[in-house]
Antibody, heavy 120, light 107 residues
């Protein structure tokens, strides 16, 4: 059974870079049938898509975050990474990684999420 | 961007009630519409893909319908474990977008 686990610092200082890793287990990160995505959820608010990366390394980013984000895949470690630079308090959120099915257009499964707080 | 608008934002219902949530897209998305359920402190869970297809393991009291711009999620007989927040999401094109969510509360 495929499992995803997010990891990274729970606290990031304002203006610095938020770096998270999603480790994939129980399945191949290199499958051509799937891509990988990041989604975030500010406390008490709704879901916001951040971006996706497919097996070719093509990336698709939120327009509002595009200038600050980088998503990459390390197949040797079965990890998907998210870097978000120049963070502010508005980037405080639970960050989720999830597998994206291109054929079904759906995120499933999701990681449990990790809370990142941005503070000076 | 394709905007997704859910209504209502919250609904109070009793166990056994039929509950319907709607989601409207700002442009035609065919059937590229997903529904997720999220419980407190948990990640969202996929309920329905391609507007009307039930994800494996999801109870049959959940159903989805619609195409184009208007979609509905129906819970035929609300159970205690169904009290949660429900989100729709369009998968027609990037950037992917979610609806604002509908909270199903106990009446």
């Amino acid at each position: 059974q495929l499992q995803l686990q997010e990891s990274g610092p729970g606290l990031v200082k304002t203006s610095e870079t938020l770096s998270l890793t999603c480790t994939v287990s129980g399945g191949s990160i290199s499958s051509t049938d799937y891509s990988w995505g990041w989604i975030r959820q500010p406390p008490g608010k709704g879901l916001e898509w951040i971006g996706n990366i497919n097996h070719r390394g093509d990336t698709f980013y939120s327009l509002s975050l595009k200038s600050r984000i980088t998503i990459s895949v390390d197949t040797s470690r079965s990890q998907v990474s998210l870097n978000l630079n120049s963070v502010t308090a508005t980037d405080t959120a639970v960050y989720y990684c999830a597998r994206w099915s291109d054929s079904l257009g759906s995120f499933d499964p999701w990681g449990q999420g990790t809370l990142v707080t941005v503070s000076s | 961007d394709i905007q997704m608008t859910q209504s209502p934002s919250s609904v109070s219902a009793s166990v056994g009630d039929r509950v319907t949530i709607t989601c409207r897209a700002s442009q035609d998305i065919s059937t590229w519409l997903l529904w997720y359920q999220q419980k407190p402190g948990k990640a969202p869970n996929l309920l329905i893909f391609l507007a009307s297809h039930l994800q494996s393991g999801v109870p049959s009291r959940f159903s989805g319908s619609g195409s184009g711009t208007d979609f509905t999620l129906t819970i035929s007989s609300l159970q205690p474990e169904d009290f949660a927040i429900y989100y729709c999401q369009q998968a027609k094109s990037f950037p992917l977008t979610f609806g604002g969510g509908t909270k199903v509360e106990i009446k």
